[in-house]
């Protein structure tokens, strides 16, 4: 969906004008920043003030054309130790000022060479603003940026021709080729089977923390895949495009539901649950990006602040229990800004906890952290299912 452009030296920007051409004909002029090319994908805003290279380097990010709303991104140049994968996934990066020295102690090059170096095509100077404010009025479309084209009517002629993201099945194209597995850290109390559908490395991170030993598995693992490991529980991940066309992960997903293994998903992994459960999903006019987002936890009534990235989102009933053919679902977390579903649950009919999954990232590592007790959850409810065979209250 995008061509890998060619590296430029960050002290040369201001001279190598771009344009940025959304598919309504929308025209955006800055400088290139990072490397000189051509890239097309969907035009999406985040808005997070730190944790760039969280968010470059979340597979989630595939195929997507990011614009950050804060005015100052790279500040804090690139380091080797936050990076979420082995590669930036997102297809380009546009913000509004980009520093070209970078000041701090962790830094080891900015942000401008590390995307040079892996050939990312990004853009400065832009009215980020006026562009952030044009996605949340218009939504969230198909864009094209160029550091070698000119014409705006020429681009937008091949912004024309691309896939939309609605449809579009990415998951295969994010996911590790080979299981791997990490260990857990001190002694191992649990076993888990990550599906990875696009997953962050803090997320295995934040489970060996907890004594859990990872074993993760390509997004095309089939159940006896993951029966064979002979896991406590069951894990899908974040990830990239339309839930509607993960038809695999979720037919697999069914086979965990109805063999009674607990499970836990988030954010693609909670809306492939909602697919298994029988619900639909929706494409948000824009999305929800960023490391602000206001939950409601209505299990415990807490509100956590939290950070997103999802444009999908799934269709069940709020405060409305649905029966399924693998227990009772409910909405267990909402969105506070628009009453968009964050999380759901599935209990036996005594009310005995089964599987949940929420919306959002609770592993965070840019943070903030208020819902990193999620895990624990998980922990509980895989405890007490083990201990108690069909486990216990949770």
Request: hydrophobic share 35%; charged share 20%.
């Amino acid at each position: 969906m995008h061509s890998v452009g060619s590296p430029v030296p960050s002290n040369s920007r201001q001279v190598s004008p771009a344009i940025l051409v959304l598919e309504d004909g929308r025209t955006f002029r800055g400088h290139a920043f990072g490397a000189i090319g051509e890239t097309f994908g969907e035009a999406v805003f985040a808005t997070a003030m730190s944790g760039y290279q969280e968010t470059l380097t979340d597979p989630s990010y595939a195929r997507q054309v990011v614009v950050a709303t804060a005015p100052h991104i790279g500040n804090t140049g690139w380091n080797d130790e936050d990076d979420e994968s082995g590669r930036i996934w997102a297809a380009v990066y546009v913000t509004r000022d980009a520093p070209r020295p970078p000041s701090n102690w962790r830094s080891r090059r900015s942000l401008a060479d590390e995307l040079a170096a892996q050939g990312i095509v990004g853009m400065c100077d832009v009215d980020t603003r006026a562009l952030t404010r044009h996605l949340r009025e218009r939504g969230a479309m198909r864009v094209g940026v160029s550091s070698v084209e000119t014409d705006p009517d020429a681009l937008l002629a091949r912004v024309l021709e691309q896939p939309p993201m609605l449809g579009a099945h990415l998951a295969d194209e994010v996911t590790t080729v080979d299981p791997y597995v990490i260990e857990a850290r001190g002694d191992k109390r649990l076993t888990v089977v990550a599906v990875d559908l696009g997953i962050k490395s803090m997320t295995p991170y934040r489970m060996a923390e907890r004594g859990i030993e990872t074993h993760v598995l390509p997004a095309t693992a089939t159940y006896d895949d993951i029966a064979a490991r002979n896991p406590d529980g069951v894990f899908f991940s974040n990830g990239p495009g339309d839930p509607e066309a993960a038809h695999g992960p979720v037919e697999v997903l069914r086979e965990v539901l109805a063999n009674d293994l607990p499970y836990f998903g988030i954010c693609f992994g909670n809306q492939l649950f909602g697919r298994a459960l029988g619900f639909g999903t929706y494409k948000l006019t824009y999305g929800h990006r960023g490391i602000n987002q206001p939950v409601m936890d209505l299990t415990t009534r807490r509100v956590e602040i939290t950070a997103h990235n999802h444009g999908f989102a799934v269709d069940a009933p709020l405060g409305k229990p649905t029966d399924t053919p693998y227990g009772i679902a409910t909405v267990s977390h909402v969105g506070l800004n628009d009453d968009v579903v964050e999380g759901l649950e599935l209990r036996e009919p005594d009310g005995r906890l089964k599987a949940f999954s929420v919306q959002y990232h609770p592993e965070a590592a840019a943070g903030p952290h208020d819902a990193s007790y999620l895990f624990d959850r998980f922990v509980e409810l895989m405890s007490q299912r083990t201990s108690h065979g069909e486990g216990g209250e949770a």
